[in-house]
């Protein structure tokens, strides 16, 4: 049933909550890796989201930016309540779409 949900798709955000543990670890160890698997290789942005709530943090974002590096995805971190980095999470899958055309040129 998950593989539904990105089918065909061209790009892929993998989300996780900065004050959860467990979403960060879900992200990686089952839809990042699901997606990939599935998808190949095309853009996944790693986006780390709820950073209005700094002082509940659990995940850096130097943690994030590593596990995105180690998994060769940009990361971007964001509050979607605050409407923080919202639109340059999707400048960059715009990023990796022109450079995944390139490519294939």
């Known amino acids: 049933v998950r593989h539904e949900y990105y089918k065909g798709a061209n790009c892929v955000f993998v989300v996780y909550d900065i004050t959860r543990r467990d979403t ?16 190949g290789n ?5 986006v780390g989201n709820k950073i209005d709530l700094e002082h509940a943090r659990q995940i850096s974002k130097e943690q994030g930016q590593k596990k995105a590096e180690d998994l060769s995805s940009f990361f971007i971190e964001t509050s979607a309540l605050k409407n923080i980095n919202v639109q340059d999470t999707f ?8 450079f995944k055309t390139l490519e294939q040129i």
């Open 24 to 39: 960060f670890d879900e992200a990686i160890d089952f839809w990042y890796k699901d997606a990939r698997m599935e998808l």
């Open 42 to 46: 095309i853009p996944f942005v790693l």
């Open 91 to 98: 400048k960059l899958i715009g990023i990796g779409l022109f």
